[in-house]
């Protein structure tokens, strides 16, 4: 079968909830994929950084085949021999006391808030059902539907009510107005370090640190959503250490499944996860041995393979080579570490752009119209990188 018959397919019978570009991937390592036709594209997306360590990264498809010899899903009525290594680990590379695992980003999210609102009655004292959490605008942590009643995104939400109540949304960017909204029932603010989704908004400096500070002033925990900004991408582990705000409840997931499979996680410290007991929240897949050798593995290679200094170095090189690039359309290139946009000029429309990058051989997607994302796998070679520039050079200069 050719491309176009898999496409096909995939139009015939799947829900039409994605609008894909018209590429089909049957083959991948490294920061390259095929297509059925035996055409080679360097993947500018890491499917939207699930894959920081590469595509089959040799150490983690090893860990995986391994796992298959000998256990792969337990559910937690019994333990298993990788959760406990698993969450050591995780917690050593993110220097929190204790993990939970879940299985999809959405998960984590909704196992940090299942926390806050916990901790709000136990801990802080607010009456159940009262308890508040701030989001903010433009935010992207899932597609559940607790998760969406947070979003201001009219794609996310249309029609999908009765929304979740007990979120309150602020501008993004805007620490006082985070302080201006938190009141006595406040048991959480949930932020993005950098917004990914919303076409890599990196927020002025010294937001997060500011957040911190309010939290810590009024008794409000601060939740991270790292699930595409953690593990490397910004060029730290976490796009929060670029700050020094930690921090009470991070999300965790996409890379930490080391491009194989779902493996998400919330870490926190004692004072917040001891509010869980036996069986006030779950998942018959969460701790899986399968997806534990993985995460091992995942985390063991972002370390071994210091991808974080990786990304901050050749994200620079992005940055200014494609700032140098002559497009009268392109108005800024903005980013941290290897998780980068180009925004176009207001009412430009990038799919096309994004299609002829694809025919020169370069995989990524365009976001609200007139933002392209550039975020490849983060094992990527600075000889990979300059090639990608060139391409990116070639298409963008062409623009009318
Ligand atoms: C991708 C993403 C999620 C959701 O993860 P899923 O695995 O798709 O449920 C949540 N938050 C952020 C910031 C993300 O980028």
Redesign the pocket.
Known sequence: MKSQDFIALDERYGAHNYHPLPVVISWAEGCRVKDPEGKSYLDFLSA?SAVNQGHRHPKIIKAAKDQLDSSTLTSRAFHNDKMGPFLKKLCDFTGYECALPMN???EA?ETALKAARRWGVEVKGVQNGKQEIICVDDN????TIAVISMSSDPDSTVNYGPYVPGFKRVPYGDAKAIEGAITANTVAVIV?PIQ??AGVVTPPEGYLKAIRESCTKHRVLFIA?E??TGFCRTGKRFAWQHEGARPDIMCL??ALGGGIM?V?AIVADHAVMDVFTPGTHGSTFGGNPLASAIGVAALEVLEDERLDENAERLGAIFRDEVAKIRCPKMKLVRGKGLLNAVVFEKGFEAWNVCVALKDAGLLAKQTHGNIIRFAPPLVITEKELREAIGIIKTVFEKIA
């Open positions: 939207y999809t980003g959405a999210v992207f942590h899932g597609r993005e990914g989704e959503d699930i595409q997931g996409k779902p998400s």
